[in-house]
Nanobody, 121 residues
Framework: QVQLVESGGGLVQLGGSLRLSCTAS????????LAWYRQTPGKERDLVAL???????NYADSVKGRFTISVDNAKNTGYLQMNNLKPEDTAVYYC???????????????WGQGTQVTVSS
């Protein structure tokens, strides 16, 4: 069984910073990609940032220059550093990872439970 657990969300003022963490637990052989999505009520879940197994990153235009995605493979943990936060960044943030379990040749996609980020003006 593999689980992803996010942490680090909370309430922050305009211009503030937060760092989200996403830790994978279980019998993990490798994690080949990690992504962060966000969702607001009544809207679709949108991609915020992604990092692949080679370290290449991709960001939504709205967060470029403010957010940074990274992974510590030794800890099976991904991060989203969010700086200069704006009220429009308010959302539930979900992590999503491609994980190959020990003994398996196939990587599956797993989702975390989400963490709320609220930016006040």
């Amino acid at each position: 069984q593999v689980q992803l657990v996010e942490s680090g969300g909370g309430l922050v003022q305009l211009g503030g910073s937060l760092r989200l963490s996403c830790t994978a637990s279980g019998s993990i052989a490798s994690m080949n990609r990690l992504a962060w999505y966000r969702q607001t009520p009544g809207k679709e879940r949108d991609l915020v940032a992604l990092i692949n197994g080679y370290g290449a990153t991709n960001y939504a235009d709205s967060v470029k220059g403010r957010f940074t995605i990274s992974v510590d493979n030794a800890k099976n943990t991904g991060y989203l550093q969010m700086n200069n936060l704006k009220p429009e960044d308010t959302a539930v943030y979900y992590c999503n990872a491609g994980i190959r379990r020990t003994g398996s040749s196939v990587a599956l996609i797993y989702w975390g439970q989400g963490t709320q980020v609220t930016v006040s003006s």
